[in-house]
Protein backbone atom coordinates (compact mmCIF):
# COMPACT_ATOMS: atom_id res chain seq x y z
CA UNK A 1 0.00 0.00 0.00
CA UNK A 2 1.44 3.43 -0.91
CA UNK A 3 1.89 6.20 1.76
CA UNK A 4 -0.22 8.99 1.54
CA UNK A 5 0.61 12.71 2.12
CA UNK A 6 -2.52 15.17 3.44
CA UNK A 7 -1.81 18.23 1.62
CA UNK A 8 -4.47 20.92 2.84
CA UNK A 9 -4.62 23.91 0.80
CA UNK A 10 -5.97 26.96 1.42
CA UNK A 11 -4.81 29.19 -1.92
CA UNK A 12 -2.92 31.58 0.16
CA UNK A 13 0.63 32.82 -0.38
CA UNK A 14 2.03 29.49 1.82
CA UNK A 15 0.51 26.85 -1.13
CA UNK A 16 3.46 27.50 -3.46
CA UNK A 17 5.67 26.02 -0.75
CA UNK A 18 3.68 23.76 0.57
CA UNK A 19 2.96 22.34 -2.66
CA UNK A 20 6.72 22.13 -3.70
CA UNK A 21 7.50 20.46 -0.07
CA UNK A 22 4.47 17.97 -0.66
CA UNK A 23 6.21 17.19 -4.07
CA UNK A 24 9.31 16.66 -3.24
CA UNK A 25 8.53 14.41 -0.22
CA UNK A 26 6.05 12.18 -2.30
CA UNK A 27 9.01 11.47 -5.06
CA UNK A 28 11.16 10.59 -2.13
CA UNK A 29 9.06 8.49 -0.29
CA UNK A 30 6.74 7.36 -3.39
CA UNK A 31 4.14 8.50 -2.08
CA UNK A 32 0.50 9.36 -3.09
CA UNK A 33 -0.36 13.00 -2.49
CA UNK A 34 -4.08 13.82 -1.33
CA UNK A 35 -4.78 17.46 -1.93
CA UNK A 36 -7.63 18.61 0.58
CA UNK A 37 -9.37 22.02 0.70
CA UNK A 38 -11.95 23.13 3.25
CA UNK A 39 -14.90 25.21 3.10
CA UNK A 40 -16.84 26.58 5.51
CA UNK A 41 -19.70 24.72 6.81
CA UNK A 42 -23.08 26.05 5.05
CA UNK A 43 -24.96 28.43 7.38
CA UNK A 44 -27.87 26.61 7.87
CA UNK A 45 -25.89 23.59 8.74
CA UNK A 46 -24.34 25.22 11.78
CA UNK A 47 -27.73 27.01 12.80
CA UNK A 48 -27.73 30.21 11.02
CA UNK A 49 -30.31 31.56 8.50
CA UNK A 50 -28.48 30.74 5.08
CA UNK A 51 -29.43 34.24 3.60
CA UNK A 52 -30.81 35.83 0.92
CA UNK A 53 -30.22 33.67 -2.90
CA UNK A 54 -27.46 36.26 -4.00
CA UNK A 55 -25.45 35.11 -1.00
CA UNK A 56 -25.80 31.49 -1.62
CA UNK A 57 -24.86 32.02 -5.00
CA UNK A 58 -21.78 34.02 -4.08
CA UNK A 59 -20.94 31.11 -2.14
CA UNK A 60 -21.27 28.55 -4.59
CA UNK A 61 -19.38 30.61 -6.82
CA UNK A 62 -16.86 30.61 -4.66
CA UNK A 63 -16.76 26.63 -3.84
CA UNK A 64 -16.98 26.30 -7.51
CA UNK A 65 -13.99 28.53 -7.73
CA UNK A 66 -12.04 27.25 -5.48
CA UNK A 67 -12.63 23.34 -7.01
CA UNK A 68 -11.19 24.53 -10.10
CA UNK A 69 -8.23 25.60 -8.54
CA UNK A 70 -7.75 22.67 -6.68
CA UNK A 71 -8.08 20.82 -10.00
CA UNK A 72 -5.29 22.71 -11.55
CA UNK A 73 -2.61 21.89 -8.53
CA UNK A 74 -3.37 18.21 -8.98
CA UNK A 75 -3.26 18.04 -12.42
CA UNK A 76 0.32 20.30 -12.73
CA UNK A 77 1.51 17.91 -9.86
CA UNK A 78 0.03 15.08 -12.04
CA UNK A 79 2.09 16.24 -15.04
CA UNK A 80 5.24 15.59 -12.74
CA UNK A 81 4.39 12.34 -12.61
CA UNK A 82 2.93 12.12 -9.01
CA UNK A 83 -0.25 10.26 -7.86
CA UNK A 84 -2.82 12.96 -6.83
CA UNK A 85 -6.20 13.07 -5.98
CA UNK A 86 -7.99 15.90 -4.28
CA UNK A 87 -11.02 16.70 -2.23
CA UNK A 88 -12.92 19.61 -1.17
CA UNK A 89 -15.37 19.50 2.16
CA UNK A 90 -16.90 21.27 4.47
CA UNK A 91 -16.35 21.58 8.07
CA UNK A 92 -14.49 22.96 10.91
CA UNK A 93 -11.38 22.98 9.51
CA UNK A 94 -8.80 21.58 11.98
CA UNK A 95 -11.19 18.96 12.06
CA UNK A 96 -11.79 18.14 8.55
CA UNK A 97 -7.69 17.57 8.15
CA UNK A 98 -7.63 15.57 11.27
CA UNK A 99 -10.67 13.65 10.71
CA UNK A 100 -9.43 12.87 6.67
CA UNK A 101 -6.15 12.61 8.18
CA UNK A 102 -7.46 9.62 10.35
CA UNK A 103 -9.26 8.16 7.49
CA UNK A 104 -6.50 7.82 4.83
CA UNK A 105 -4.49 6.52 7.11
CA UNK A 106 -1.94 9.23 5.98
CA UNK A 107 1.93 9.10 6.48
CA UNK A 108 2.26 13.02 6.83
CA UNK A 109 0.51 15.86 6.80
CA UNK A 110 1.97 18.62 4.91
CA UNK A 111 0.78 22.28 5.97
CA UNK A 112 1.39 25.51 5.59
CA UNK A 113 2.22 28.52 8.12
CA UNK A 114 0.95 31.57 7.41
CA UNK A 115 3.34 33.55 10.22
CA UNK A 116 0.95 35.49 11.72
CA UNK A 117 2.19 36.94 14.80
CA UNK A 118 1.99 35.41 18.37
CA UNK A 119 -0.68 37.81 19.40
CA UNK A 120 -3.05 37.28 16.32
CA UNK A 121 -2.22 33.23 16.86
CA UNK A 122 -3.61 33.98 20.30
CA UNK A 123 -6.72 35.98 19.87
CA UNK A 124 -7.38 33.80 16.58
CA UNK A 125 -5.54 30.33 16.72
CA UNK A 126 -3.54 28.75 14.28
CA UNK A 127 -5.00 25.40 11.99
CA UNK A 128 -1.13 24.46 11.60
CA UNK A 129 -1.24 24.65 15.33
CA UNK A 130 -4.57 22.65 15.79
CA UNK A 131 -3.39 20.10 13.59
CA UNK A 132 -0.07 19.76 15.21
CA UNK A 133 -2.07 19.23 18.20
CA UNK A 134 -4.35 16.75 17.22
CA UNK A 135 -2.81 14.91 14.15
CA UNK A 136 -2.67 10.92 14.07
CA UNK A 137 0.63 11.18 12.39
CA UNK A 138 3.58 13.58 11.66
CA UNK A 139 3.14 16.47 10.49
CA UNK A 140 5.24 18.80 8.59
CA UNK A 141 5.14 22.79 8.49
CA UNK A 142 5.74 24.40 5.61
CA UNK A 143 7.14 28.52 6.60
CA UNK A 144 5.10 30.89 4.36
CA UNK A 145 8.59 32.44 3.23
CA UNK A 146 9.70 28.91 2.48
CA UNK A 147 10.91 29.13 -1.41
CA UNK A 148 8.47 27.12 -3.47
CA UNK A 149 11.39 26.09 -5.80
CA UNK A 150 13.45 24.29 -2.71
Known sequence: MKKVLLVPVDFSAAEAAVTAC?????????????LLHVEAPEPGFVGYEPGPQTVRDSVARS??????????????LRVEGLEVESLLIQGPTVE??????????????????????????LVVGSVSDGVIRHAPCPVVVVPRAAKSGS
Open 63 to 76: IHGNAQALHKIRDR
Open 96 to 121: KIVDEAKRLKAAYIVVGSHGHGALFE
Open 22 to 34: AEGLAKALNAQIV
